[in-house]
């Protein structure tokens, strides 16, 4: 066993599996994410971190606005200041949201702007994520009769642990803010 200590990957000293993915993330956002560089310290995750966010960034029925607005909202309880900012960002600057409107459902989630169907699936995902054990059958009954599949009950609520999951590691790697 190796006492190698592993350092994330600067852009400029990326090569392999990193390189070619940095030069994708360059091409489709215009930047590596400092919560990519993150990830560089295993390129496997890296990858695999990647072509997650892109099926959740092209989701093919789960809007982006509600998605990023998942990821902002389940992000306040862990207090992960980068991915409140990253997707306060997001939300303001690609996807048209005020600042009022990010701070006002930051306060109180039922004041997203989302029609009643995506906050019925936004509230419940951010209230499993808290409490895995606050869903019930009737939770899920309550969303298929919204409309939602099983699949999309699914995909939201495993974007919303996943985020969970982003923002521990990046808490605990004190991932500096792409976003002030």
Not at 40 to 57: D, F, T
Not at 155 to 164: C, E, I, P, S, T
Request: hydrophobic share 40%; proline share 4%; charged share 20%.
């Amino acid at each position: 066993m190796s006492n190698e200590k592993k350092q994330t990957v600067e852009l400029a000293q990326a090569n392999g599996k990193v390189a070619a993915l940095y030069e994708q993330m360059q091409q489709q956002i215009g930047f590596i994410p400092n919560a990519f560089q993150l990830y560089s310290i295993n390129p496997a995750m890296l990858e695999e971190n990647w072509k997650y966010i892109g099926h959740y960034i092209q989701h093919p029925s789960l809007p982006a606005k509600l998605m990023s607005i998942i990821r902002l909202l389940v992000s306040v309880d862990p207090q992960c200041e980068y991915c409140i900012n990253i997707n306060s960002h997001l939300l303001n600057n690609d996807l048209g949201m005020s600042t009022e409107q990010i701070a006002g459902m930051i306060e109180d989630p039922a004041e997203a702007p989302l029609d009643d169907k995506e906050k019925a699936l936004l509230l419940y995902v951010i209230r499993t994520t808290a409490d895995s054990n606050a869903s019930s059958q009737a939770d899920i009954d309550m969303l298929r009769q919204k409309g939602y599949t099983d699949l999309e009950i699914f995909d939201a609520l495993h974007h919303g642990a996943r985020q969970v999951t982003a923002d521990i590691m990046l808490n605990a790697f004190k991932v500096e803010n792409d976003f002030q």
